[in-house]
């Protein structure tokens, strides 16, 4: 498999803001209503956020950044198009940070105003630290639509409004989990692990050679006394559930599954029976490690169908943003730049230094897109 790096430099284009300071400031608005879709695209000229005189029922009237789209009251589209935001109240703001959020009331709402195109919600907190206790990221599937992958069928996403298309909804309590990850690790949970290979890990590789996003290592040492040593990447050391964030790609197996690579290219895993992690960093006992090759997975589960050759390359999402009051410019600006990154099929942009987008992690072989289009809102 060959690992392909196209550099490309993001140009963000923004757009410049006129004032004219006169004996007072003029503000001219400029709006279109489409009555038959419900939606409102307004245009604007607005003073800076930060001043602290600005009076605050001027705030209140803010219509918003030029160029976005008002759905309804605290529901809209970013004016460049990269994610929506909802205004929510405090306690469904809250039940999100305590790890039940109402995930079917961010879905419906979507599904309200938009058509059912995207293969993933990505819905994201705007916390400034990591809630304590709270997980980085949970991905909640809406179906299991591959066979040969260690689960049954089956489809629930008509209870979030899809008639089909959701593959899965994923909740990140920070933005900023968009660069840093683990963003790559929750959309790979769509595929794995649902029992392909056994594991002490729910979920994910544990112990054994996988080496990808949902943790495990590449290469194994044999240190003697039934203890190993694993390493990734030349490194000591591996993760049994992730592996840092963005910055690896994803493994043999995850491509696999995902249905980027065929069986042909699925290679033979290592995987330890009973193991027990120790007081050093990558080294744990375990009473044996079991080879087992792609023919014995194959036999095990079946076929991947879909098969590498005829399943999906191209997926599509949208991004919500949950938060109890605007989001600030620096905030959507931020939050652009990075998913303009994560989505773009080229490298990201230099400031990500060794974190993967999602075209690289799957070494060129798929693309996600999160922009919103006309088309897809009702």
Not at 82 to 92: K, P, Q, R, T
Not at 234 to 251: H, I, L, M
Not at 268 to 290: C, K, L, R, W, Y
């Amino acid at each position: 498999m060959s690992y392909i790096k196209t550099f490309q430099i993001l140009g963000i284009r923004r757009l410049l803001m006129l004032t004219f300071l006169f004996l007072s400031v003029v503000v001219f608005n400029s709006c279109s209503t489409d009555s038959e879709n419900g939606t409102e695209i307004t245009e604007n000229n607005t003073e800076d956020d930060n001043d602290a005189n600005e009076d605050t029922d001027a705030e209140q009237d803010d219509p918003g950044p030029q160029g976005s789209i008002e759905l309804e009251d605290g529901f809209t589209v970013d004016e460049d198009r990269m994610f929506s935001s909802m205004i929510v109240s405090a306690a469904e703001y809250q039940a999100f940070l305590e790890g039940n959020g109402d995930l079917q009331m961010v879905s419906n709402k979507v599904y309200q105003y938009f058509e059912d195109d995207f293969d993933f919600i990505f819905i994201l907190s705007v916390e400034e630290e990591q809630p304590s206790g709270l997980y980085y990221g949970r991905s909640s599937s809406a179906q299991s639509g591959v066979s040969g992958l260690g689960s049954s069928l089956w489809d629930n996403t008509a209870a979030y409004g899809s008639a089909g298309k959701l593959k899965s909804l994923i909740h990140m309590p920070r933005t900023e989990y968009v660069r840093n990850g683990p963003f790559l690790h929750e959309i790979a949970h769509y595929w794995a692990n649902h029992g392909f290979i056994a594991t002490t890990v729910g979920g994910h590789w544990g112990y054994s050679s996988a080496g990808g996003q949902l943790g495990g290592f590449d290469a194994l040492e044999d240190l003697g006394g039934n203890t190993y040593r694993g390493l990734l990447n030349g490194q000591t050391g591996f993760g049994t559930f992730a592996n840092g964030g963005n910055s690896v790609p994803y493994g043999n197996l995850e491509l696999y599954t995902m249905g980027l690579i065929e069986a042909d290219d699925l290679e033979t895993v290592m995987v330890a029976e009973n193991p027990q992690s120790t007081a050093v960093f990558g080294e744990f006992t375990a009473d044996a490690i079991t080879e087992i090759t792609a023919a014995q997975l194959i036999a095990q589960h079946g076929e991947r169908l879909p098969s590498a050759q005829d399943a999906q390359k191209a997926f599509t999402g949208i991004v919500v943003v949950l938060s109890t009051e605007a989001l600030s410019q620096s905030k959507r600006e931020q939050l652009t730049a990075d998913m303009e990154s994560f989505t773009r099929q080229g490298d990201p942009d230099d400031s990500w230094g060794n974190s993967y987008n999602f075209w690289r992690a799957t070494f060129e072989m798929a693309t996600l897109s999160a922009r919103i289009t006309d088309e897809q809102i009702k």
